[in-house]
Each structure stands twice: as C-alpha cells, then as structure tokens.
C-alpha cells in the first residue's frame, strides 16, 4: 500500500510540472467563464453591438429584477421635479423585509424626490420606488406605463415592464441584455444619474428632520461588502468603475450591469440570470449563511471585472518611451544660468534633460493614444526656477511633466548636462518667487498617470518572474506532496501498530485459554 501510494503522488508531481505556466496574454476571452445566462459587453459609443463579440444569449427575454430601476430613476431625473416633496403611502411599505430591499421609509413620511433616488439606486429600495412613481404618476401602473413608453422611444423593443422597481414573479416584466445595455448607455450620459450611482454612501433626511437614513451602494466595484465579524466578504473593488446597478430576485437571478470609465472609454457590462443554472445554488440557497452564500454573490462582480479587464486590454496600444521621443517628445531643455563666468563657453546657457528609461512600456487606451500624438511635441512642461552658478554636471535643477490634457503621463527630474562656473552676479534675483526651486530626489521617471491614462497590471512578465512562479509553485507541491506522503507513512506505520496489539492480544488471549485447558485438564486427573 506504502509504495503504491508514493508511486501515485510522484506521477502527480510529474504531471502537474509539465503543466505550461500561464500565458501573460490571453489569446480570447473565453465565455464559458461566465456564470450568468445572458451577458453582453458594449462600448457606451454603440450600446447595441457587442464589443468583440463577446454576448451570450444577448436578445433573449429574461426577468431583469432591480436593474430596471435604472429607468425609473431617469424618468424621474428627466421630470425635472428631484426638489419636490413626496409623501410615502402605506402601499410603498407593504414589503415582507425579509424578502425585500428597501430604502427604509415609513408611512406617512414625507421625502425629496432627490433623496429618495438615492434610496432607489444605492440599497434598492422598492419602497422608494414606488413611493417616486405614485408621486410622480399617480400610480404604479400610471408610472410603468411611461416606463414602456420611453422603453420604445429608446428602441428597447424586446422590453415590456409592469412594476417600477422589478420585483416580479409573473414574467411579464422583462427585457434583454442588449435593451439593457441600450438603456444604461443613455442613463449614463446624464450628470445627475452618474452622480447618484457612482455615490458608495449617502446619508438623507426627511423633510421634518427627524428621520435620518444612511444608505450604501450594493454595488461591490465600488465599495466592499461589510463583514459580519465572522468573516470577511470577497472583496471585487475596481478602480475605473463608475455604477450601475445590481438586482436579485427568484425569477432573475443575480444580476448586474456595470460601467467602467478607462482612457475616455466607457465599457458597460450587462450579466442577467446568476445562478439560474447552479443547481446547488438553487437548491440550497434559502438555508445558506452569508459566508457560504457571499461566493454566488460575488461571481456577478468578479465576471464584470473579467470583462472589463479584456476590453480595456483589446482596446489599448502599448508604447514605449522610446517611440514617444522618435515621435517627437522632447527631452532637451534650454535655460539660461545667471551670473556664470564670462568666460562661460556658451554664455550661461545650460541644456538641463530628463534621466527617462527608454525601454519603459506604456498601456494606453486608443483615443487617449490619438490625442496624445497630436501634442506629442509640445506635451512637457517644465518647472524650473531662476538657475544661479555655480551649477555642476548632474545637478537636479527642476522637474518636467510630460502631460495629455489634464493627464499626467509621467515626471521626471531635470539633471544639468555641464558644469556651470559662477562669475558676477547680476541684477537678477537669485531664485524666482513665482518658481521656488523644486525638492525633488533624482532618480528614474515616476509613473503618475491614474487608470485611465495607464494600465494598472503590468505590459510584460520578465523571465525572471516567470522562473520565481515556476519555481514557487514547484515548491509548494513538493511541500504538499511531501506532507501527502508523511501522513500515508504515519498512517501505515499506525495501522501496523494496530494490527500489532491486536495480534498481541490474541496470542495472550490463546495463552490464557490454553492455560486454563491446562489447568482444567489437571483438575480432572486428580
């Protein structure tokens, strides 16, 4: 048993080192990897063609829960009434809390239309949902009605809703991940509408002051999920997020439409019906605690980060800063020295550079590449105050940012390419007021651009990374091999043990009965 166990953990060994390292480069994304049903990546620019094919059961109808809030909340921002007071019925609080997610409000309360969007968008409030359609409408099915009628202004033509909020157990409220992704791109062309679902927490009051409510956005690229202190939820933040809106219901799923900002991009990922196909989900889900249960609710965020992660790469170019300065970037700087030598051989003129690695490689989406090869020239700008000799070979004299708009792309310090002696000094102050002399250390060009300027991930794995990684993950299964087999071994030497003492005890129970023969036979003699 001992050698055939061994023999078996070497050939696993040996299979999983001839297991290739993953590629730093995906050739394609591939769909399997998404747990939802119905899924569709967009640019905001064409919302209703699939960015690099990447849609999955796109134009099907499918329940679509709380994301059709995202019309609820624009109809209400386009009345132009956010300032107005609403009064909440006894209908926009008859929810069982328990399998509701609501604002919090109560009868009788009275709200502004502002705030209760807030209520609406960040925990999904139904009560604020219908409290906003009743105010605004008169009704629910008055509000509804519009909801369809803007639907079709839009082109959602595959949508039909009957509730303001999503909640629906009847399927005739439904749409389709491409009228989604369609509807979100216009919601987000609205200030009012980014403000409110990009907010993390906001904290309102009713109109009489007396009840304060603070909310929190379900959407987890935005901010984490709060730990219950036993443990603590997956954590999916992503930095160029922006919204939109998450929704969970029997009929839809777990779902969630995303928008993340990169570069002057704008990608909006849609993911319907989570967890439909889970069996095991489906089956145990009401009995579940919250840390068994956070991985199903955390795999809508995780695959809307997957599907940004790919378009942003696919949609960027990589350059190095060598190519920027065969472009024409400059990294020579003319400045005039006061009070050197008169013997100076160029009069106090001192041509003072950057220290850049020209090998350094950039990732930068494609329009924010357009628009920086159009002021690839005249991009740097230097800070540098008024120069006094002496000044020798080296010396750092200022800064210069190499700039794309209001984007830093990346800093460096300016070192003195010659000495400079001091000679008279003239009238000129010694150092600028309007430019003090910058505190800078020297030293290789600081990277400064934020994400949508600059991939966060790196362009390209060294070999010696690469060889860290191989040899890591070998140590690692040889250490769990290597545990693997320490536990056989002292397995095998228990069970010997075992069989050892029970043999032991047969052969002293076999003695002690034929003694007894013995002695029982003697008695029978005498």
Not at 62 to 85: D, N, P, Q, V
């Amino acid at each position: 048993m001992y050698k055939r166990a061994v023999a078996f953990l070497l050939s696993l060994l040996i299979l999983i080192l001839l297991v290739p390292a993953p590629s730093a480069h995906a050739d394609g994304f591939d769909m399997s990897t998404l747990r939802e049903r119905y899924v569709i990546l967009v640019n905001a620019d064409d919302p209703t063609t699939a960015l690099y094919g990447i849609e999955k059961n796109a134009d099907e109808q499918c329940s679509t829960g709380s994301t059709i809030k995202i019309l609820t909340c624009m109809l209400a921002i386009e009345s132009g009434r956010l300032e107005e007071e609403a009064t909440v019925s006894e209908a926009a609080v008859n929810f069982r809390k328990q399998y509701n997610s609501l604002m919090g409000l109560e009868a009788g309360q009275t709200w502004r239309i502002r705030d209760l969007l807030y209520g609406l968008m960040l925990p999904s409030g139904n009560d604020a949902a219908i409290a906003i359609a009743e105010h605004l409408a008169g009704s629910t099915k008055a509000f509804a009605k519009l909801m369809n009628e803007k639907a079709q202004e839009l082109g959602m033509t595959h949508s039909h809703f009957t509730t303001v909020h999503g909640k629906d157990d009847s399927g005739k409220n439904y749409s389709t991940a491409r009228d989604m992704a369609l509807l979100t791109a216009w919601a987000l062309q609205n200030e009012t509408f980014r403000q409110i679902v990009s907010t993390t927490t906001y904290t309102c009051t009713d109109t009489s002051g007396t009840t304060a409510i603070s909310l929190q956005n379900t959407n987890r690229l935005l901010i984490d999920a709060e730990s219950d202190g036993t443990y603590t939820p997956i954590s999916c933040l992503y930095p160029d997020a922006i919204g939109v809106k998450t929704g969970d219901t029997n009929l839809a799923g777990k779902c969630f439409i995303a928008a993340a900002t990169r570069g002057g991009v704008t990608l909006i990922a849609v993911l319907l019906g989570g967890t439909l196909d889970d069996p095991d989900y489906l089956a145990r889900s009401a009995n579940m605690n919250a840390k068994t249960k956070d991985p199903y609710n955390a795999q809508r965020f995780e695959d809307a980060i997957a599907l940004f992660d790919y378009g942003f790469k696919q949609m960027s170019q990589i350059i190095t800063v060598q190519e920027l300065i065969d472009m024409g970037m400059p990294v020579s700087f003319p400045v005039q020295v006061q009070n050197a030598s008169k013997n100076d051989p160029e009069n106090g003129q001192l041509t003072v550079s950057p220290r850049l690695d020209v090998n350094q490689q950039m990732q930068l989406m494609t329009p924010f590449m357009e628009q920086l090869k159009e002021v690839v020239t005249t991009m740097a700008e230097t800070k540098i105050g008024t120069l006094v000799a002496p000044i020798n070979s080296g010396d750092v004299v200022g800064t210069v940012e190499y700039k794309v708009g209001n984007s830093i792309l990346f800093t460096s310090n300016l070192y003195a390419d010659r000495d400079v002696k001091e000679g008279i000094l003239s009238n000129e102050p010694a150092v600028s007021s309007e430019q003090p002399q910058p505190q800078v250390s020297a030293g290789a060009v600081t990277l400064m651009g934020t994400a949508s300027t600059l991939s966060g991930e790196p362009v390209k794995e060294s070999n010696a990374k690469r060889i860290i990684l191989i040899v890591a993950i070998v140590l690692v299964v040889l250490m769990v091999v290597a545990f693997a087999a320490f536990m056989i071994v002292v397995r095998i030497r228990r069970e010997r043990r075992r069989k050892a003492r029970a043999a032991a005890r047969r052969r002293r129970k076999m003695q002690q009965q034929r003694i007894a023969r013995q002695r029982a036979a003697e008695r029978d003699r005498t």
